[in-house]
């Protein structure tokens, strides 16, 4: 088993940052296929963007315009999301998610564990 825990959201004013932290323990995720995803009031839970733990190979939603970044640091068990110049629109639930096969899926039913998620709210 392993268990995801994000953390680092909080209240942001629009154009401004913030850096998720996803961190996993019960066995090392450095073969797993890693992803961040969010949730909106009202909204299905969409893809925001995934890595390779092993090979640090990066998808990204489309719809994020370069804005974030994902990482990863193999010997802390942790994988990042930095968010830059940050609109509402982001505002969301961000969840971590795990996939076994080291697959960085952009699909959500493809991945085998999930954190609680961390509140991003992004004000106008």
């Known amino acids: 088993q392993v268990q995801l825990v994000e953390s680092g959201g909080g209240l942001v004013q629009a154009g401004g940052s913030l850096r998720l932290s996803c961190a996993a323990s019960?066995?090392?995720?450095?073969?797993?296929?890693m992803g961040w995803f969010r949730q909106a009031p009202g909204k299905e839970r969409e893809f925001v963007a995934a890595?390779?733990?092993?090979?640090?190979?990066?998808r990204y939603a489309d719809s994020l315009e370069g804005r974030f970044t994902i990482s990863r640091d193999n010997a802390k068990n942790t994988v990042y999301l930095q968010m830059n110049s940050l609109k509402p629109d982001d505002t969301a639930v961000y969840y971590c998610a795990a996939n076994r096969y080291g697959t960085p899926a952009t699909v959500s039913s493809s991945y085998n564990y999930w954190g609680q998620g961390t509140q991003v709210t992004v004000s106008s």
């Open positions: 890595i390779r733990m092993s090979s640090g190979y990066i």
């Open positions: 019960g066995r090392t995720v450095s073969s797993y296929g």
